[in-house]
């Protein structure tokens, strides 16, 4: 099992570009999240998911947008990057009931030019 | 609003001992949860607690007091490979996780 993956693991944007940042997990879990991780602050959730078809904000959730047609993939896109949004991006993911752990992926590092 | 506190960084010499601390504020309360995250990797599962009292994993322990808001992570024995940040978060009564900033742990030889 490759558990959460994430793709890509760098990237480099200029102000107003856009871009997906695609997770995927092969444990059949339910809940799939989006967090960000900022020096000095505490993961942050952007937006989640409790089932295929379904998403839902988080306290971040401006300037970002997500689906998540198929159980296994959860993709969080940027629709014009912004400075702001430079940062560590983590997927996580956990199965029956959300109180279980989330495992994370291994995190896409953003920078925003 | 909510709220989850812990020290930025904390220093222990090798094969010692070391507590770290989490007070947290948060509307409802489903349950604490321990992650380790080592430089430039992913948060990895360490523990959790919902009920008040301590919970021993090998080397690692959680202990939680609800009514207190409080809880700690006791490190035993520790090893040059516990050099990590140990995050703290709380459940709140959406399921959603508040995280605190994290604790850096330096060990020392």
């Known amino acids: 099992n490759a558990g959460v993956t994430q793709t890509p693991k760098f990237r480099v944007l200029k102000t107003g570009q856009s871009m997906t940042l695609l997770c995927a997990q092969d444990?059949?879990?339910?809940?799939m999240y989006w967090y960000r991780q900022d020096p000095g602050m505490g993961l942050r959730l952007i937006h989640y998911?409790?089932?295929?078809?379904?998403?839902a904000k988080g306290e971040v959730p401006d300037g970002y947008n997500v689906s998540r047609l198929k159980k296994q993939n959860f993709l969080l896109g940027l629709e014009s990057a912004a400075p702001s949004q430079t940062s560590v991006y983590f997927c996580?993911?956990?199965?029956?009931?959300?109180?279980?752990?989330?495992?994370f992926g291994p995190g896409t590092r953003l920078t925003v030019l | 609003g909510q709220n989850i506190d812990q020290p930025t960084e904390m220093t222990a010499t090798e094969g010692a001992i070391v507590q770290i601390n989490c007070t947290y504020q948060t509307s409802g309360f489903n349950g604490l949860f321990w992650y380790q995250q080592h430089a430039g990797e992913a948060p990895t599962f360490l523990s959790y607690?919902?009920l008040d009292g301590l919970e021993e994993k090998g080397r690692f322990s959680s202990f939680l007091s609800r009514s207190k808001g409080y809880s700690y992570l006791l490190l035993k024995e520790l090893q040059m490979k516990d050099s990590a940040s140990y995050l703290c978060?709380?459940?709140?009564?959406?399921?959603?996780?508040?995280w605190g900033a994290g604790t850096k742990l330096i060990i020392k030889p």
């Open positions: 978060a709380v459940m709140d009564s959406n399921y959603q996780l508040i």
């Open positions: 996580a993911s956990n199965g029956a009931e959300p109180y279980n752990e989330q495992f």
């Open positions: 998911s409790v089932g295929e078809g379904t998403t």
């Open positions: 607690n919902v």
């Open positions: 444990m059949n879990h339910e809940y």
